[in-house]
């Protein structure tokens, strides 16, 4: 599986986009890049996930580079409730990393 | 569709006794995966199981800590003779393997967690 890696933590104004990046430099062809977000210490929550294509739902926009080696999370307009620790994580097997705590503020 | 279950919420042990912890997948799915937090710490895979099946363990504790997802029931996650340190919150989560094209997702949904204090 391919190892990923965010900044620790980022700050974020109320309304504003949140762009959280993940770089997953070893990824290999048939590897998934899978977000999920855990909300103080409830469960994790999926978000959203993607191959090679950029994806959008109801949540979340996920923009993956064109030699996959990178990711952005975008939340287009973040709330104070989107405040959380986001993992980013390629492949199947699910190795949860550090992620990257998101404070969004008034 | 109910999501994952997972049972007791809380579940308070002292040192030496045993802990069952309980893990429903969401309908339809049949694998299903246990995780540890510690405080302020981030989440550790501890196993993966299908159906009657322990797929990988490698992050199981080799001592006292055991695993199964049997062909009717819950998944059970079991730790014998407990110390202050398996205090934490334990996380299940479940999956379907889908074909996206020519490829295979394992999109996982977590239940809300067992949180377990040794005193």
């Known amino acids: 599986d391919a190892k990923t890696t965010q900044p620790p933590s980022m700050d974020c104004a109320e309304g504003r986009a949140a762009n959280l990046p993940c770089n997953h430099s070893?990824?290999?062809?048939?590897?998934?890049v899978y977000w999920y977000r855990q909300i103080h210490s409830q469960g994790p929550q999926y978000i959203i996930h993607g191959l090679k294509n950029n994806e959008t739902n109801e949540m979340a926009s996920l923009i993956i580079t064109e030699d996959r080696k990178s990711s952005t999370l975008i939340l287009p307009h973040a709330t104070l409730r989107d405040t959380a620790v986001y993992y980013c994580i390629a492949g199947a097997d699910m190795r949860f990393g550090a992620g990257t705590r998101l404070t969004v503020k008034p | 569709n109910a999501g994952v279950m997972q049972n007791p919420r809380h579940l308070v042990r002292r040192r030496g006794q045993e802990a069952r912890l309980r893990c429903s997948p969401m309908k339809g799915h049949s694998h299903v995966y246990w995780y540890r937090q510690l405080p302020e710490e981030g989440l550790k895979f501890m196993v993966y199981l299908q159906k009657e099946n322990i797929i990988d363990e490698s992050g199981m504790p080799k001592e006292r800590f055991s695993a199964e997802f049997p062909k009717e029931g819950p998944s059970i996650l079991r730790i014998q003779q407990v110390v202050r340190g398996d205090s934490a919150a334990y996380f299940c989560?479940?999956?379907?393997?889908?074909?996206?094209?020519?490829?295979?997702?394992?999109?996982?949904?977590f239940g809300p967690g067992t949180r377990l204090t040794v005193l």
């Open positions: 989560a479940s999956s379907q393997f889908q074909r996206e094209g020519r490829f295979r997702t394992d999109t996982q949904y």
């Open positions: 070893t990824i290999s062809g048939n590897e998934y």
